[in-house]
Nanobody, 123 residues
Framework: QVQLVESGGGLVQAGGSLRLSCAASTRTFSTYTMAWFRQAPGKEREFVGRITWNSIYTYYADSVKGRFAISRDNAKNTVFLQMNSLKPEDTALYYC????????????????WGQGTQVTVSS
């Protein structure tokens, strides 16, 4: 069982930046693909981006490409989401997710989920 704990959310003005972190409680963190999803009120949970175990490959949703960046530190069992040029439409609860045998972009591709951290972008 892998536990994921997100942090770093908050309230920011449009155009600002935030850096989210997700700490994982597993000794085999370096074998997991890690992803970020988000869910706005009344909307489906949507894929934001993911990073492979070795950080070689990243992939992002079109809506965040060029503004968000995912990185990871396997020595610290942590994955990050750097969010720049934030827009009000980025307001959502942000979740990190982990999968050992998937590189997918759907909810069903991931086995473990955190509780989420709230990001609110004011206009």
């Amino acid at each position: 069982q892998v536990q994921l704990v997100e942090s770093g959310g908050g309230l920011v003005q449009a155009g600002g930046s935030l850096r989210l972190s997700c700490a994982a409680s597993t000794r085999t963190f370096s074998t997991y693909t890690m992803a970020w999803f988000r869910q706005a009120p009344g909307k489906e949970r949507e894929f934001v981006g993911r990073i492979t175990w070795n950080s070689i490959y990243t992939y992002y949703a079109d809506s965040v490409k060029g503004r968000f960046a995912i990185s990871r530190d396997n020595a610290k069992n942590t994955v990050f989401l750097q969010m720049n040029s934030l827009k009000p439409e980025d307001t959502a609860l942000y979740y990190c997710a982990a999968a050992q045998h998937s590189f997918g972009t759907t909810r069903g591709s991931y086995d473990y989920w955190g509780q989420g951290t709230q990001v609110t972008v004011s206009s």
